[in-house]
């Protein structure tokens, strides 16, 4: 990795953030309106506890990279935990560890909250991604399921 640095979303970088989230939702083969957009960032810069933060991973003054997650109560724990809703990488700088330190840069947020585990899910044909996976988290036999 070479010049990369991860810091917290800031007012001025809308439009660099929404083209990685750009990225990430055609990853994911999802389109969203402009209002979410506009909605999610704005709630990643208040002042909310429980809403959404997110960070930047930036090579030289590059954005390259985004995180997105939240802290939540737990039914098992009395401590809240960690969400690890959104995380992409420019597919140009997979492979050299900008995920593993925007994970990290989560871990370490959790830590300081006093979250005691953070998680997230994948696809599970998201095998580029699952090879970092494999090696910062352990993989759970859980099955998401949703309302339809």
């Not at 947020?109 to 899910?121: E, F, I, N």
Request: glycine share 8%.
């Amino acid at each position: 990795m070479s010049s990369i640095t991860i810091r917290p979303i800031q007012p001025d970088d809308y439009a660099q953030w929404a083209e990685l989230w750009r990225g990430y939702l055609t990853f994911y083969e999802t389109t969203l309106p402009d209002e979410v957009y506009r909605s999610s960032f704005d709630r990643m810069l208040g002042d909310d506890p429980r809403d959404f933060s997110g960070m930047l991973a930036l090579d030289g003054d590059r954005p390259v990279g985004l995180v997105h997650y939240l802290f939540h109560r737990h039914g098992w724990k009395i401590e809240e935990v960690c969400y690890l809703q959104d995380l992409f990488t420019l597919p140009d700088m997979r492979g050299r560890g900008v995920g593993r330190a925007l994970i990290e840069a989560v871990y370490d947020a959790a830590d300081a909250y006093g979250a005691p585990s953070v998680y997230w899910l994948t696809q599970d044909f998201n095998a580029s991604a699952r090879i970092l996976y494999d090696q910062v988290g352990t993989l759970t036999p859980f099955i998401k399921y949703q309302r339809t």
